[in-house]
């Protein structure tokens, strides 16, 4: 990794001194110069970009890595396959089929939602709505939606963690 990292700045200190030539070349007006400026100032920017990249770990402009961020952000609380086939109910020979036990404990962990978190966690987890869609289709607004669904997980976590139901 420092190899590359070493071999991205020598690139860098090259890209620079090309540019300055260019740079000497095309103040007196020459067309090809300037269009040669251009495009090394382009490869520039990239190698900067995977330099800050391979420095700090993580992608160049984040506020903070997927480490740093909140639980609701990258946690699912069900397993998405799951809540579609608990949505869908079919009986087909897809593997996504869940049992008696599986639906009975997901039937159990949505029963503390109200009905309308249950409406909105069901459309955007169940059937996959966009926050929009499910807003155009309930009549409310796309921040409520946001907020039913928070509260929706919130519950749902809650009920996991205290429910002995919910277990195995």
Known sequence: MHD??????????????????????SEAGNAAAIAERQLIGEMRGEVEWIIEWLESGRRPGNKRGIERRAA???????????????????TAGSPANLTEWEMQQIE??????????????????????????????????KSSVATHIKRAQAKISERLMNSLFLVG
């Open 4 to 25: 590359l990292l070493k071999g991205y700045k020598e690139t860098w200190k090259g890209l620079n001194a090309a540019y300055e030539v260019r740079r000497a070349a």
């Open 72 to 90: 609701y952000q990258r946690e699912k609380l069900m397993d998405p396959i799951k809540m579609q086939a608990y949505v869908a109910r079919s």
């Open 108 to 141: 159990d962990a949505l029963c503390v939602l109200s009905e309308r978190e249950r409406e909105c966690y069901v459309l955007a987890h169940g059937e996959c709505f966009s926050y929009e869609a499910i807003a155009d289709l309930l009549g409310i607004s």
